[in-house]
């Protein structure tokens, strides 16, 4: 990769990172709203170290080291950076498998959203999708016999990964479902509770939410030290929100629509690699900087709209 690109790769994940937790960010801010000011410093300083080094970089590691073991374990870090053909060759032949299961799971997540979480209306058909709720698990039944199958004719274990992450999905949403419940439930009994209890609960929510950002991350890339420098900084910037600006945020009101459709680009563009398409490597940092820079010029119109009207 040239500077060019790598530099395009590591804003696309920090936006993509970005925007895939301000939702989850919004809802830390009111817990850290109940803390002292030391304690959310100290969420936001050491915090991070948690968030970046041991989530969103030890994670992507391990997903490449379980799927392509003999590269030994400090080689499935290094290893995107080598010149060794030999290495490239055990990359290549493992990323179908890796991006046929993510890019279910991402694609999937979408659907989620589409059909069954409560958000505001950004384009015309998204009304109609949420009044088709239950058709949510017919489609993404259908589609998952339909990636199957395609996948096995590449090779029995893209299609066993596809199996695999489609499950993957159920069980963490439902892990996520009850992480949001938890978190609610603690700002609503805040005083009960310790700083310091309330900051390593955040943290273990976070991780439970993360999961999202790693996957997609590659989408952009299989770098595992790219990962780790732009979700890193995707993940600062949250943490900067929560504390400082999630009021602000909070009024751009079609904040699910920019993650919602960024993770349903991103996953097609991992299921198409999945298949060897030789797709660009600016297509997913350009397919979300475009998503972000759509649904802000809306957010930011309804936004200006709203504060004539209550200025007349």
């Given at each position: 990769?040239?500077?060019?690109?790598?530099?395009?790769?590591?804003?696309?994940?920090?936006?993509?990172?970005?925007?895939?937790?301000?939702?989850?960010?919004?809802?830390?801010?009111?817990?850290?709203?109940?803390?002292?000011?030391?304690?959310?410093?100290?969420?936001?300083?050491?915090?991070?170290?948690?968030?970046v080094f041991i989530v969103r970089g030890l994670l992507p590691w391990l997903i490449i080291y379980?799927?392509?073991?003999?590269?030994?374990?400090?080689?499935?870090?290094?290893?995107?950076?080598?010149?060794?053909?030999?290495?490239?060759?055990?990359?290549?032949?493992?990323?179908?498998?890796?991006?046929?299961?993510?890019?279910?799971?991402?694609?999937?997540?979408?659907?989620?959203?589409?059909?069954?979480?409560?958000?505001?209306?950004?384009?015309?058909?998204?009304?109609?999708?949420?009044?088709?709720?239950?058709?949510?698990?017919?489609?993404?039944?259908?589609?998952?016999?339909?990636?199957?199958?395609?996948?096995?004719?590449?090779?029995?274990?893209?299609?066993?990964?596809?199996?695999?992450?489609?499950?993957?999905?159920?069980?963490?949403?439902?892990?996520?479902?009850?992480?949001?419940?938890?978190?609610?439930?603690?700002?609503?009994?805040?005083?009960?509770?310790?700083?310091?209890?309330?900051?390593?609960?955040?943290?273990?929510?976070?991780?439970?939410?993360?999961?999202?950002?790693?996957?997609?991350?590659?989408?952009?890339?299989?770098?595992?030290?790219?990962?780790?420098?732009?979700?890193?900084?995707?993940?600062?910037?949250?943490?900067?929100?929560?504390?400082?600006?999630?009021?602000?945020?909070?009024?751009?009101?079609?904040?699910?629509?920019?993650?919602?459709?960024?993770?349903?680009?991103?996953?097609?563009?991992?299921?198409?690699?999945?298949?060897?398409?030789?797709?660009?490597?600016?297509i997913s940092p350009v397919l979300t900087f475009a998503i972000i820079g759509y649904f802000f010029?809306?957010?930011?119109?309804?936004?200006?709209?709203?504060?004539?009207?209550?200025?007349?």
């Amino acid at each position: 990769m040239g500077i060019f690109s790598i530099l395009l790769t590591i804003v696309g994940l920090s936006a993509f990172e970005t925007i895939s937790s301000v939702d989850n960010a919004i809802i830390n801010a009111e817990v850290l709203s109940t803390m002292k000011p030391k304690y959310q410093r100290r969420f936001l300083v050491r915090g991070i170290l948690i968030a970046v080094f041991i989530v969103r970089g030890l994670l992507p590691w391990l997903i490449i080291y379980f799927t392509a073991p003999q590269l030994w374990f400090i080689g499935s870090f290094t290893a995107t950076f080598s010149n060794n053909p030999q290495i490239h060759t055990i990359i290549a032949s493992s990323a179908p498998i890796l991006l046929m299961g993510w890019g279910i799971f991402l694609l999937f997540l979408f659907f989620y959203r589409l059909f069954l979480e409560p958000k505001h209306f950004g384009l015309p058909h998204e009304k109609f999708f949420q009044k088709q709720w239950w058709r949510f698990y017919a489609i993404v039944s259908i589609i998952l016999v339909i990636l199957v199958w395609l996948g096995m004719n590449i090779s029995p274990m893209v299609g066993f990964g596809a199996v695999v992450w489609s499950s993957a999905f159920f069980i963490i949403h439902g892990f996520k479902t009850q992480a949001e419940r938890q978190e609610e439930r603690l700002a609503q009994n805040s005083k009960n509770i310790s700083d310091i209890a309330k900051i390593l609960y955040l943290e273990v929510i976070d991780a439970t939410f993360s999961l999202d950002g790693v996957l997609g991350a590659f989408a952009f890339t299989l770098s595992v030290p790219l990962i780790l420098i732009g979700n890193g900084l995707g993940a600062f910037v949250v943490r900067r929100l929560t504390v400082h600006n999630v009021q602000r945020i909070q009024k751009y009101k079609y904040l699910k629509n920019w993650a919602m459709y960024s993770i349903l680009c991103l996953g097609i563009v991992m299921i198409l690699k999945s298949f060897w398409f030789g797709l660009p490597e600016w297509i997913s940092p350009v397919l979300t900087f475009a998503i972000i820079g759509y649904f802000f010029r809306k957010s930011h119109i309804d936004l200006k709209t709203v504060e004539k009207i209550l200025e007349s």
